[in-house]
């Protein structure tokens, strides 16, 4: 079974600063797809960027960019520029191409985001 | 055009009492899942959904069922609560690749 794991429970950056957070994930499968969703107070979870496997160029979306190192099996991302709508938790999930969506996404436990003004 | 939504936000039940969960999408999305949220946890999987008529276990289907008669609902059924059911339950929905869109969540407490 694929697992995935944010070894940093909370961060902290001062406003327009830049933040990397860290996902590992553990599979055996050569494609599938890696995602990072943000979830503020409202709780509702929001797509920040995703990576295919198979294509090496790392995905970027404004202030939101991704290091994808697909030997290592890692799959961190950076913000820059900080700003206070930026403060959430932020969850690395991992989701396997066979089958469709048919095992949903796998996710980490999530990093606690704490934007400082 | 409304997304995922999910009825009830919120929901208090006491031990033993049954209630179901509504999840409706408008993207005609063919796949659906449930999933449960704990407090230092991510989501996690509960039963999904590859097309109306399916559905499938997923990590977590203990205390659950689940019902896709339509193609564009997705029910999630407790029979019987326990306060371990006590959590936030999110649904979502996809194509058959790349991301899932998710619900606003429906807070549930099991006393």
């Known amino acids: 079974a694929q697992t995935v794991t944010q070894s940093q429970p909370e961060m902290s950056v001062q406003e327009a600063e830049t933040v990397t957070l860290s996902c590992t994930y553990d599979?055996?499968?050569?494609?599938?797809?890696l995602f990072w969703y943000k979830q503020p107070p409202s709780r509702q979870m929001i797509l920040v960027i995703r990576q295919e496997a198979y294509k090496q160029q790392n995905a970027t979306e404004n202030r939101f960019s991704v290091n994808f190192q697909k030997a290592a099996k890692s799959f961190s991302l950076k913000i820059s520029d900080s700003q206070l709508g930026d403060a959430a938790m932020y969850f690395c999930a991992y989701r396997r191409p066979t089958g469709g969506g048919a095992d949903g996404l796998t996710f980490g436990k999530g990093t606690h985001l704490i934007i400082q003004p | 055009n409304a997304g995922v939504t999910q009825t009830p936000k919120f929901r208090v039940l006491k031990t033993g009492q049954s209630m179901t969960l509504l999840c409706a999408q408008d993207m005609n999305h063919e796949y659906m899942y449930w999933y449960r949220q704990d407090p230092g946890m991510g989501l996690r999987l509960i039963h999904y959904s590859v097309g109306e008529g399916t559905t499938a276990k997923g990590e977590v289907p203990d205390g659950y069922n689940v019902s896709r008669l339509k193609k564009q609902n997705f029910l999630l059924g407790l029979e019987s609560a326990a306060p371990s059911q006590t959590s936030v339950y999110f649904c979502?929905?996809?194509?058959?690749?790349?991301?899932?869109?998710f619900g606003p969540g429906t807070r549930l407490t099991v006393l």
């Open positions: 599979t055996s499968e050569s494609d599938y797809y």
């Open positions: 979502a929905s996809s194509y058959s690749i790349g991301e899932q869109f």
